[in-house]
C-alpha cells in the first residue's frame, strides 16, 4: 500500500511540478519538438485556465518579428496575452518544416501564422495573421478583438 501511494504522490508531483514549469519560448527554433512543447503548454494551460496559441513562422520571416514586437510594446495586447494566453512557437523553416507536427492542423496560406487550441489542445481556430495587418504593421484594434474571442470561459469544477 506504502509503494502505491508513494508511486501516485510521485506522479502528482511530477504532473505539477510539469504543469507549473512552462517556460515561453522567444524565437522560433529548428532544433525544438513541438509535440513536448504541446504537451507542456496543454499542462500549463489546463492547471492555469488559457488558451493555447500555437504562432507557426520562422527566424527568416519578417512578418514574424513585426508581430512579435508588436505583441510585446503594444500594452494591451501585451496584457490580454499575459492574463490569458499561452503562446507557443513553432518552427517552419528550409532547417525543419514540422511537416508531421504541422499535418494535425489546416494548411497555413502565408507566415507567421497562428492556431489556437483549448486548454486540452484541441484545435478551436486557424488564423491568418495577414488579417490582423495594418501598412506594415499590425492593427491593435483587430489584434484586441481577435484575442477577446479566445479568452477562456471560467472552468466550474
Same mark, same amino acid.
Given at each position: 500500500m506504502k509503494?502505491?501511494? /508513494?508511486i501516485f504522490?510521485?506522479?502528482?508531483?511530477?504532473?505539477?511540478?510539469?504543469? $507549473?514549469?512552462? #517556460?515561453?519560448?522567444?524565437?522560433? @527554433?529548428?532544433?525544438? &519538438?513541438?509535440?513536448? @512543447? /504541446?504537451?507542456?503548454?496543454?499542462?500549463?494551460?489546463?492547471?492555469?485556465?488559457?488558451? !493555447?496559441?500555437? @504562432?507557426?513562422?520562422? +527566424?527568416?520571416? !519578417?512578418?514574424?518579428?513585426?508581430?512579435?514586437?508588436?505583441?510585446?510594446?503594444? #500594452?494591451?495586447?501585451?496584457?490580454? /496575452?499575459?492574463?490569458?494566453?499561452?503562446?507557443? %512557437? !513553432?518552427?517552419?523553416? *528550409? =532547417? &525543419? *518544416?514540422? =511537416?508531421?507536427?504541422?499535418? %494535425?492542423?489546416?494548411?497555413? =496560406?502565408?507566415?507567421?501564422?497562428?492556431?489556437?487550441?483549448?486548454?486540452?489542445?484541441?484545435?478551436?481556430?486557424?488564423? &491568418?495573421?495577414? =488579417?490582423? +495587418?495594418?501598412?506594415?504593421?499590425?492593427?491593435?484594434?483587430?489584434?484586441?478583438?481577435?484575442? %477577446?474571442?479566445?479568452?477562456? $470561459?471560467k472552468k !466550474?469544477?
Open positions: 509503494k502505491i501511494f /508513494l504522490f510521485l506522479f502528482i508531483f511530477s504532473a505539477a511540478f510539469y504543469a $507549473q514549469s512552462f #517556460e515561453t519560448v522567444n524565437r522560433f @527554433d529548428p532544433n525544438r &519538438n513541438p509535440d513536448e @512543447d /504541446l504537451k507542456a503548454a496543454v499542462a500549463f494551460s489546463k492547471l492555469n485556465n488559457k488558451t !493555447i496559441i500555437l @504562432d507557426v513562422g520562422g +527566424e527568416w520571416c !519578417i512578418w514574424c518579428h513585426r508581430i512579435d514586437d508588436f505583441m510585446k510594446r503594444t #500594452e494591451e495586447v501585451k496584457a490580454l /496575452l499575459d492574463k490569458y494566453f499561452v503562446v507557443v %512557437k !513553432i518552427n517552419y523553416s *528550409k =532547417e &525543419n *518544416k514540422n =511537416e508531421k507536427f504541422l499535418s %494535425k492542423y489546416p494548411t497555413i =496560406e502565408g507566415y507567421p501564422h497562428f492556431f489556437v487550441l483549448d486548454s486540452d489542445g484541441k484545435l478551436l481556430h486557424s488564423q &491568418n495573421t495577414g =488579417e490582423l +495587418e495594418q501598412d506594415k504593421d499590425y492593427d491593435k484594434d483587430k489584434f484586441v478583438s481577435f484575442l %477577446k474571442k479566445w479568452i477562456p $470561459q !466550474i469544477n
